[in-house]
């Protein structure tokens, strides 16, 4: 596994959960980090105070990454501020909504596609640019989830299908990424608890019987999925591409 230290991380969703579980574990790494957000400032001054606490660089910034503009101009500014990108951690996504076949519309259609995967188009074109240029090499991660392995809970039609779609674009990507020495993975989370997500959208009832259902006794943690995009990020150098790591403690298991 290569070293991190010294490399400059492109993240977007840092507000919260595994967005800032995942800057926070890089910049102890050693990385300097551009930390995008959407939906508040709080959590990334945060983790610009830690990083300037040990000595490395961080800065935030707003964008709607749905909109290209507003994406390419997030990038642009990562760039500036890190003199480069070496590794992307597309983390946006987002469940958007609860609904069935029968209640699904076009706008609630495009929304969860938008959330999901336009963004990481955005972004992952913005940024091409600078991972090709990295000296040695450059590692993208996606988030994915387990819903796009299983297909998730009723309910979830529409963001399992997305997050299906992640898994594939990982796949193609690594292909078409590798003679560039980019490398592209992905990470397939299960239930991971101290999230917007499932605080929204998972009941404490529902929560209970899906972990009986886990091999492990317990639900993920922000940190548990950390520590593998961690470790996909360094693999920067390294012979990683085109993989998905589940990190589901046991329920999905391929």
């Known amino acids: 596994m290569g070293h991190l230290t010294g490399k400059r991380v492109l993240i977007t969703g840092s507000e919260q959960g595994i967005g800032w579980a995942t800057a926070e574990g890089l910049i102890r790494a050693g990385c300097d980090i551009y930390l995008h957000y959407h939906s508040g400032e709080e959590g990334p001054k945060a983790l610009i105070a830690l990083a300037a606490s040990l000595g490395q660089r961080a800065a935030c910034g707003y964008a ?105 674009w990982t796949r193609s990507l690594a292909a078409e990424l590798g003679e560039f020495g980019i490398r592209v993975n992905a990470v397939a989370p299960g239930l991971i608890l101290g999230t917007r997500f499932h605080e929204r959208h998972t009941t404490q009832a529902s929560a209970a019987q ?34 998905t790591i589940d990190i589901n403690g046991g329920v999905y298991r391929m």
């Open 64 to 168: 709607d990454l749905i909109d290209s503009e507003q994406a390419q101009r997030c990038v642009q500014a990562g760039a500036d501020f890190l003199g480069g990108i070496d590794i992307l951690i597309n983390n946006v996504g987002g469940i958007v909504g609860r609904k069935w076949l029968g209640e699904i519309d076009h706008t609630f259609w495009q929304t969860v596609l938008d959330v999901n995967m336009t963004t990481v188009l955005n972004v992952t074109q913005s940024a091409l640019p600078y991972l090709k240029s990295a000296p040695d090499g450059a590692s993208i991660v996606n988030l994915a989830s387990l819903a796009g392995r299983s297909g998730g809970h009723s309910g979830s039609l529409v963001y399992s299908t997305t997050k299906g779609a992640v898994l594939t």
């Open 210 to 243: 899906t972990i009986q259902t886990i091999p492990l006794g317990r639900a993920g943690t922000p940190e548990d999925v950390a520590r593998v995009i961690c470790f996909l990020a360094a693999e920067y150098d390294g012979f990683v591409s085109g993989a």
